[in-house]
């Protein structure tokens, strides 16, 4: 099983954004897709903290995918369904055999500035695509606003990413907010999180 420090510790705050979001709507079975579930940390823990939703985790590395296994075997999980290989800079008719307008929730924590803009486009077509009517998209990360980053310490980080992949860095809200309207998706509440990290929810209209 992988282990991410930072999973661990930012899984529980992220769930309580999560729990907010949804908590109208926990009377329903609700079904989520997560994109780039990484070790599975977040994945196993959500499920346990939201049992009234079925979660889908997803990635495109085979190592991810096998720790993900294994944390659901260790668990016990009920409500997370085996992972799948999923690619989301693809078209959403490649993701997976995931159906049109068949999610309630779509997760991406660290997935847009560790992915080329490709992957960025993918995710809101896609969540254009699968949510259901209303459903909610929630990105975790790190930003640009408007063409600024700020403070030094995300200047550093873009940097450190760019350098890693020419491909990767700190995505800009405004380009998603226009990406996501592209798709019939609206940038519905920016939340502050840590360290200067932030959750976007995304609605489907
Ligand atoms: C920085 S890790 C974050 C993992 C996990 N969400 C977390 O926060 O611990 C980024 C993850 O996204 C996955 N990834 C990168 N590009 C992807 C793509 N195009 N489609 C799906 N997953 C992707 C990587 O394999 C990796 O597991």
Redesign the pocket.
Known sequence: MLV?P??ER?WESLSLVLEDVLENQSHRQLSAL??????G??VIRFAQKMPFVTWQP????EE?LESIKAYIAATHAKNVQQPVH?????PSEQWAGVSRDSCDVIV????L????F??AQ?VFNGAGQVLKQNGLLMT?GVYAINGTITPSCNENLDAELRKLNPDWGLPDIDVLRQLAFGNGVRLERIIEMEDYFKCLIFRKT
């Open positions: 991410s930072q999973a930012n997560e994109l780039g579930s990484g070790t940390q977040h997803s990635d495109i590395k991810s999923l690619d989301a800079s693809q991406a924590i660290n997935l500035q560790y992915s080329s490709k992957t993918g975790y």
